[in-house]
């Protein structure tokens, strides 16, 4: 499975919009791009996930590059709520390749 | 309510009991999996089970067994743990093939 990469932690404002990068360079023309999230304290919860196109559901949106390479995950107008750990990870369904998660990124909403 | 119940949510043990992790969703699901999350530290995945057959053991020590009975139902048999067993552990099911999973809220395992 191809590696990601995430910044460490990241602060948004409440009721601003949470941009969140994730970098994925080697990630092969069968794996998606899956975002989970973590509150704390209990298990991950599932976001969305993407292969080529833009997507977006009820919790966010995706935005992956022309080229794969990366992608944002986009939390239109966060709150409190949204505070967590998130998680990037790059899954092949075809290969039915592990859920691997890494240390992904710790979003704090502030007011 | 994430479809995937777990129980107990916290549990004390101590180095020589016997106990059982339980885990149950009624998804339609046919994988399940265990994971273990340590302070500080990212979710490990520890047993993978498709379609009831055990397809992943990532080198967990004998001392914890997995049982997969039918598709909608996992234990996790705990025996003569470690005080650096102490951690959350985490079930999930997903459909085989999906990376969209849902997760339980976990059991806190504290090993005495």
């Known amino acids: 499975d191809a590696k990601t990469t995430q910044p460490t932690s990241m602060d948004c404002a409440e009721g601003r919009a949470a941009n969140l990068p994730c970098n994925h360079s080697t990630i092969s023309g069968n794996e998606y791009v899956y975002w989970y999230r973590q509150i704390h304290s209990q298990g991950p919860q599932y976001i969305i996930h993407?292969?080529?196109n833009n997507e977006t559901n009820e919790m966010a949106s995706l935005i992956i590059t022309e080229d794969r390479k990366s992608s944002t995950l986009i939390l239109p107008h966060a709150t409190l709520r949204d505070t967590a750990v998130y998680y990037c990870?790059?899954?092949?369904?075809?290969?039915?390749?592990?859920?691997?998660f890494g240390t992904g990124t710790r979003l704090q909403v502030t007011l | 309510e994430t479809g995937v119940t777990q129980t107990p949510r916290h549990l004390v043990m101590g180095m020589t009991n016997k106990k059982s992790l339980k885990c149950e969703q009624h998804l339609g699901h046919n994988a399940m999996y265990w994971y273990k999350q340590s302070a500080k530290k990212p979710l490990e995945l520890m047993f993978v089970?498709?379609?009831?057959?055990?397809?992943e053991n990532n080198s967990v020590p004998s001392r914890f067994s997995p049982e997969c009975p039918n598709s909608s139902h996992l234990f996790l048999h705990l025996h003569t743990l470690q005080p650096e067993d102490s951690a959350l552990y985490l079930c999930?099911?997903?459909?085989?093939?999906?990376?969209?999973?849902?997760f339980g809220s976990g059991t806190r395992l504290t090993v005495v």
């Open positions: 990870i790059a899954f092949d369904t075809g290969t039915a390749s592990k859920l691997t």
């Open positions: 993407g292969l080529k």
């Open positions: 999930a099911s997903s459909q085989q093939r999906s990376g969209a999973a849902n």
């Open positions: 089970y498709s379609l009831e057959e055990r397809v």
